[in-house]
């Protein structure tokens, strides 16, 4: 079992863009458009298949919390 890099023994989380957009309040045209920026300014995924893809958890928390610490700019 693989640890979550946060320190807990969860194991790490992989989210499907749904719940990302249900998480982050953002939709799914925003959230590509800033995927696409350079440098990108929202995580890219990691492909499961050739046409399924996911995030870590940890990524979309800390992306969270940069955003938390930034104000919202």
Same mark, same amino acid.
């Given at each position: 079992?693989?640890?979550?890099?946060?320190?807990?023994?969860?194991? +790490?989380?992989?989210?499907?863009?749904? +719940?990302?957009?249900?998480?982050?309040?953002?939709?799914?045209?925003?959230?590509?458009?800033?995927?696409?920026?350079?440098?990108?300014?929202?995580?890219?995924?990691?492909?499961?298949?050739?046409?399924?893809?996911?995030?870590?958890?940890?990524?979309?928390?800390?992306?969270i919390? +940069?955003?938390?610490?930034?104000?919202g700019?």
């Open positions: 079992m693989q640890v979550n890099p946060s320190g807990t023994n969860q194991p +790490e989380r992989l989210l499907r863009l749904n +719940e990302i957009v249900r998480l982050v309040g953002l939709g799914k045209s925003s959230i590509y458009a800033m995927m696409s920026q350079t440098p990108p300014a929202f995580p890219r995924p990691l492909k499961l298949s050739r046409r399924a893809v996911c995030w870590p958890a940890s990524a979309i928390d800390a992306w919390q +940069e955003r938390i610490k930034a104000g700019q």
